[in-house]
């Protein structure tokens, strides 16, 4: 068998180096055109890695047109005409057809990358912070340090601090009737850090499905992507992922079952039962976002995911950039027991560990109150700006647009109801003064439609009628 030095085994360049080694010997002639390598069972044993490992790097090699796989009868070389005449030996590249796919409509999201700001503005995921009890942070920012300077603080573990881990927990048992304690809770740098440290644990690279909404949160389906997933999109209606359509080998699901990113549909009890029943017969599991879950209208929330899984397949994010600010860079992750070592040497190998004082500042917010305090506040004030805005898209745009079924968040989704172009009017809006986004943005490629998006957490109530109005000539005009 081909002789092939491998770095030490667990090494992050494993398969690149197996690539490499099989590139060269295919190049050099060692590896002569139609010559059938060993089955990738048996070259693992032989080598003493693990077997996705060598499928990864043949399918690397499969992709570039170096090999050629036959059904039923293994990996070939191929004939030399067909071998490119440059390739980077490099598995990234390799699977970069795979990832076609997913890296369509990977534009950053508003809350992400913010248009210039407008005297009307409803961008998504902007939160009011007008009413912050500033002062109550400032007030337990400054006690913190105090106790820093005492204690000298060194480095700490992955998961974050016990006393935030401990106050997450409440908090979210409370807010959304998620089952956990302290030790089911990994603090994050952001919800975007948790679906990258899931990303890194639960994928294979080339190897493992990945179902997103389509439409749905960019950002999300680019940190599985990057890790080498396979990414399906999956349509989304009014109630929410259509789960009848997931694919039979998706082994990771990722959903915003309580507000649809970035329609604002509710994913239906049914529907949470067959996702769950899904996830059961297949031996997969579920990405939960709950990003702005906190803010409920209307109607008693239905459970989350994680409160209804039985069988440890559901990981539940959250994130403090809504209920708080976006600038706080502080999510978190409760996820399965069996898979709390991997996700904590994930984070230790990402950054070791967050920024203590933001943790421990946050940690006796929760504690004393004031978050919760707050998000009733907030759930007042949104709630009554949600009824002024779907009144005025009734009563302004009602001609062009349909509001989509939802009960929650910081945001309304709409849908066209006649052939128009949304982009021209959102350019048009934007030259008025009213910032203003479409989902159609968010999809995938696919034909998923289009609609606008009204963010209003950033824009005062009083001024909501105004900027519809203003809105409502551009439609005319385009």
Not at 149 to 173: F, K, T, V
Not at 227 to 239: K, N
Request: aromatic share 6%; net charge positive; charged share 20%.
């Amino acid at each position: 068998m081909l002789s092939i030095a491998l770095p030490a085994r667990g090494s992050r360049t494993l398969t690149q180096s197996l690539h490499g080694q099989l590139l060269a010997a295919i190049r050099s002639g060692r590896l002569a055109p139609g010559l059938r390598l060993p089955a990738t069972r048996t070259l693992a044993r032989h080598l003493g890695i693990s077997r996705n490992s060598v499928i990864a790097a043949y399918e690397a090699l499969a992709a570039e047109g170096h090999v050629a796989a036959r059904t039923g009868s293994g990996h070939y070389v191929a004939d030399a005409a067909r071998a490119p005449a440059r390739v980077t030996p490099d598995p990234a590249r390799a699977r970069e057809r795979h990832l076609n796919a997913a890296h369509r409509g990977l534009a950053a999201p508003a809350d992400m990358v913010d248009p210039p700001r407008a005297p009307f503005d409803f961008r998504l995921g902007v939160p009011d912070t007008s009413t912050l009890p500033f002062d109550a942070w400032r007030r337990l920012s400054a006690r913190a340090l105090r106790s820093m300077a005492r204690d000298a603080p060194g480095y700490a573990g992955p998961a974050g601090q016990p006393a935030l881990r401990a106050a997450i927990a409440a908090h979210a048992s409370l807010t959304r009737a998620v089952a956990c304690t302290a030790d089911d809770v990994l603090v994050t740098a952001g919800a975007q850090q948790a679906f990258d440290l899931l990303a890194r644990v639960l994928v294979t690279p080339g190897r493992t499905v990945v179902a997103v909404e389509d439409p749905g949160y960019p950002p999300t389906r680019a940190a599985f992507a990057a890790a080498g997933a396979l990414i399906v999109p999956v349509p989304v209606d009014d109630q929410g992922l259509r789960v009848d359509l997931l694919p039979h080998d998706a082994r990771i699901v990722c959903v915003t079952p309580s507000h649809q990113f970035p329609l604002g549909c509710v994913l239906s009890a049914t529907r949470r039962r067959a996702l769950l029943a899904f996830a059961r017969r297949r031996g997969a599991v579920v990405v939960e976002d709950d990003y702005d879950g906190e803010f409920r209208f209307e109607q008693r929330p239905l459970d989350a995911l994680q409160t209804l899984d039985d069988d440890a397949a559901v990981f539940y994010v959250g994130t403090f950039s809504k209920s708080l600010f976006p600038a706080l860079r502080v999510g978190f992750a409760i996820a399965p027991a069996w898979a709390r070592a991997a996700l904590l040497l994930a984070r230790q190998r990402a950054d070791w560990h967050g920024n203590l004082h933001v943790q421990d500042t946050l940690a006796a917010f929760i504690a004393e109150g004031h978050l919760a305090r707050h998000v009733r506040r907030m759930r007042g004030v949104y709630g009554e700006r949600r009824r002024v805005l779907l009144a005025g898209i009734a009563r302004d745009l009602g001609r062009w647009l349909a509001p989509v079924p939802g009960c929650a968040g910081l945001h309304v989704g709409t849908r066209a109801i006649v052939d128009i172009d949304l982009a021209r009017v959102v350019e048009r809006a934007r030259a008025a003064g009213v910032n203003v986004d479409r989902s159609g943005r968010y999809a995938m490629g696919g034909d998923v439609g289009d609609g606008l998006l009204f963010g209003y957490g950033g824009i005062a109530g009083a001024a909501i009628p105004q900027a519809l109005s203003t809105l409502k000539r551009a439609f005319a005009r385009a």
